[in-house]
Antibody, heavy 113, light 107 residues
Framework: EVQVVESGGGLVKPGGSLRLSCAAS????????MNWVRQAPGKGLEWVSY????????SYADSVKGRFTISRDDANNSLYLQMSGLRAEDTAVYYC??????WGQGTLVTVSS | EIVMTQSPATLSVSPGERATLSCRAS??????LAWYQQKPGQAPRLLVY???TRATGIPARFSGSGSGTEFTLTISSLQSEDFAVFYC?????????FGQGTKVEIK
């Protein structure tokens, strides 16, 4: 069974940093591109970042470019999102998504003083 | 950035009736269009990809059509479990973008 499980969310002050993790199982992780998508409370979906299967291609939404870094560890079937310079508007549930198909249950990031 | 516009914002439908949801792209996304269903407190679930291919395990009452800039998701006969918010998503261009969602509610 395909599973992606996010962790690492929490409460952080504006300007702070947080690292999200996504543990993948049930599929050949190295063969898939991965995405982070977020959803602010009561709002719609916003794509955040993409990493190709070989890590050779990486892309970010303008809203996070220069502040967030996506990476992956194929040996440990894991995806990461390093977030720095966090702002109140980054408050959201962050989802790990295999390509476009399988979504985790999300991890909540709250940026507040 | 490609803007995805969904209509209507809210659709009130009786169980057993047909629902038609629209999604328009500000420029062509070819057939790189997906539809998702999201219920309260849950992650989105992929329904359709490639504009018209149903994802694994998705009932045949869900069908997608269109290409280029105009897309439609049709639910042929709404079941009680279908009431939710539906999003379209283009993955043809960077940045990837989502529509604002259509809420399908019980009439």
């Amino acid at each position: 069974e395909v599973q992606v499980v996010e962790s690492g969310g929490g409460l952080v002050k504006p300007g702070g940093s947080l690292r999200l993790s996504c543990a993948a199982s049930g599929f050949t992780f190295i063969g898939y591109s991965m995405n982070w998508v977020r959803q602010a409370p009561g709002k719609g979906l916003e794509w955040v970042s993409y990493i190709s299967s070989s890590s050779s291609s990486i892309s970010y939404a303008d809203s996070v470019k220069g502040r967030f870094t996506i990476s992956r560890d194929d040996a440990n079937n894991s995806l990461y999102l390093q977030m720095s310079g966090l702002r109140a508007e980054d408050t959201a549930v962050y989802y790990c998504v295999r390509d476009i198909d399988y979504w985790g249950q999300g991890t909540l990031v709250t940026v507040s003083s | 950035e490609i803007v995805m516009t969904q209509s209507p914002a809210t659709l009130s439908v009786s169980p057993g009736e047909r629902a038609t949801l629209s999604c328009r792209a500000s420029q062509s996304v070819s057939s790189s269009l997906a539809w998702y269903q999201q219920k309260p407190g849950q992650a989105p679930r992929l329904l359709v990809y490639g504009a018209s291919t149903r994802a694994t395990g998705i009932p045949a009452r869900f069908s997608g059509s269109g290409s280029g800039t105009e897309f439609t998701l049709t639910i042929s006969s709404l079941q009680s479990e279908d009431f939710a918010v539906f999003y379209c998503h283009q993955y043809n261009n960077w940045p990837r973008t989502f529509g604002q969602g259509t809420k399908v509610e019980i009439k």
